[in-house]
């Protein structure tokens, strides 16, 4: 074999051998966006599953057993919110009984850290200081495995 069929011989093993590089690393940035995908999706899921079972709940403590004509006077103090003396996940009876909760959940996948705040709010989501008829729910799902975190936020209402 002669010096210029070498050459052309190394010329084509490096040529493989870039393509092959090249290859799996398209093969494997298309493995880690499907991941990523997968585990924001499972992320969305648990969010939305603590939402949906505030949705079910009261809005208040207070609605039903004080007269209606005293609200939002008579709902939560904003600095009590948050389950009352023997309350737990997953008996809360009111929807600011998620404030301050935080969990890990297990799925199939991974484990999702769970942070919850409820807060009450003006009718565009703008957090107030004061009781109002709004409050809003923000649920924040974080796992090492995802580049940021999942966050999911409703606004609760209460009308008579």
């Not at 093993?13 to 093969?27: D, G, P």
């Not at 992320?43 to 004509?69: K, M, N, Y």
């Amino acid at each position: 074999m002669s010096s210029g069929q070498m050459i052309l011989a190394l010329g084509a093993i490096v040529m493989l051998s870039t393509l092959a590089l090249t290859l799996n690393s398209i093969m494997l940035d298309g493995n880690k966006t499907m991941m990523e995908s997968e585990l924001y999706i499972s992320g969305t899921s648990v969010a939305q599953s603590f939402i949906e079972h505030a949705a079910i709940l009261a809005f208040d403590a207070s609605v039903g057993v004080q007269d209606p004509s005293t609200f939002p006077g008579t709902f939560t103090s904003p600095y009590s919110l948050g389950p009352k003396v023997g309350e737990n996940y997953p008996n809360f009876s009111d929807v600011d009984d998620f404030n301050g909760y935080s969990a890990t959940v297990s799925t199939t996948r991974v484990d999702f850290i769970v942070n919850i705040t409820v807060q009450y709010c003006d009718e565009d989501g703008n957090v107030s200081g004061s009781r109002t008829n709004f409050k809003i729910m923000t649920v924040n799902v974080s796992s090492p495995f995802l580049p940021t975190d999942v966050t999911a936020t409703r606004i609760f209402s209460y009308s008579i």
